[in-house]
C-alpha cells in the first residue's frame, strides 16, 4: 500500500516508531550515564581467571552485543547498534604456540541513527530578482540490518581477534520541512548493503566484557552508494 505522495505506508509507521525512540535517547539524563560507567568499573574489577579458552564462539554458545557508533554528522545522534551470534564451531586450528584455536559464528547486525539539520529555500522560486531566503529543518534516520559471520582466534588470553562478513538492507527516511512545519521534500528506500569488519573483545568474566569494532564497507550498492554502518563503535559484550 502506498501513500498519496508515492511513498510506502509501512515506512511511515516505521519513521513514527524510531522518532519516538531517537527522542527518548536524546532525552537520557547524564547520571544514568554515570551509573553505567560506575557499573562498568565495578565489574571491570572482577576475577577474569574463570574465562575458558577460545569462549568468545565456542559452538552453541550465544552472545549479544550492545554497541554506539561515531557520529557521521555534527548533529547526529551515535548510532546505537544491537548485533548477537552463535558459535558454529570452534578448536578447527591446531598450532604449537596457541593450541586448539580458532571458531567460526553467525550472527546479525541492527543500527539506528537519526540526523536533524538545516537548509535553506527560496520562499518564492518565481521571484528570482528578489529573493527570499528561509531556513527549514531536514530529519532523517537510517536502519541497517544485516546478517554476518565472523572468524575468530584468541591470540591473548580474554582478548578475542576476529574479523567478518555481512550483508543485508539499509533502510532510509528524510523529511524537510519549512519554518512553517510544512513538508516539502522527502525520500525513503530500502537499499542492498555489503560490508566487511574486524574487532576485539576483552573479557572480565565468562559473561560480561568490552568490544570495539571497525567497519570497512557497510556500503549501499549501487550508483549512490552510501556508507550506512559506522566506521567505528564501542560497546558491551554479553555472553550467555
Request: glycine share 10%; charged share 20%; hydrophobic share 40%.
Amino acid at each position: 500500500m502506498v501513500s498519496s505522495n508515492g511513498v510506502p505506508l509501512y515506512l511511515h509507521t516505521v519513521n513514527e516508531l524510531f522518532n519516538h525512540i531517537s527522542n527518548y535517547l536524546l532525552q537520557v539524563k547524564m547520571r544514568k550515564i554515570l551509573l553505567l560507567i560506575a557499573a562498568l568499573f565495578t565489574v571491570m574489577g572482577a576475577s577474569a581467571s574463570d574465562v575458558e579458552k577460545i569462549q568468545f564462539a565456542n559452538a552453541g554458545k550465544v552472545s549479544l552485543g550492545v554497541m554506539s557508533g561515531f557520529p557521521r554528522f555534527e548533529k547526529s545522534m551515535p548510532y546505537i547498534s544491537l548485533d548477537g551470534m552463535i558459535g558454529l564451531k570452534d578448536g578447527f586450528c591446531h598450532t604449537n604456540k596457541f593450541g586448539d584455536n580458532g571458531a567460526i559464528d553467525l550472527g546479525f547486525y541492527i543500527g539506528y541513527a537519526r540526523d536533524e539539520s538545516r537548509f535553506a529555500y527560496l520562499v518564492d522560486p518565481s521571484n528570482l530578482q528578489n529573493p527570499l531566503w528561509e531556513e527549514g529543518t531536514t530529519t532523517s534516520w537510517n536502519l541497517p540490518a544485516t546478517i554476518r559471520g565472523a572468524f575468530h582466534w584468541e591470540f591473548v588470553k580474554n582478548l578475542d581477534v576476529y574479523f567478518g562478513l555481512q550483508t543485508g538492507l539499509s533502510f532510509y527516511d528524510r523529511k524537510d520541512v519549512d519554518r512553517n512545519g510544512k513538508q516539502v521534500y522527502s525520500n525513503s528506500y530500502a537499499r542492498f548493503l555489503l560490508g566487511h569488519y574486524m574487532g576485539v573483545k576483552w573479557m572480565f568474566s565468562k559473561h560480561f566484557g568490552v568490544k570495539a569494532e571497525c567497519d570497512f564497507g557497510g556500503y549501499t550498492i549501487g550508483r549512490w552508494g552510501a556508507k550506512t554502518i559506522p566506521t567505528g563503535s564501542v560497546g558491551f559484550q554479553f555472553n550467555f
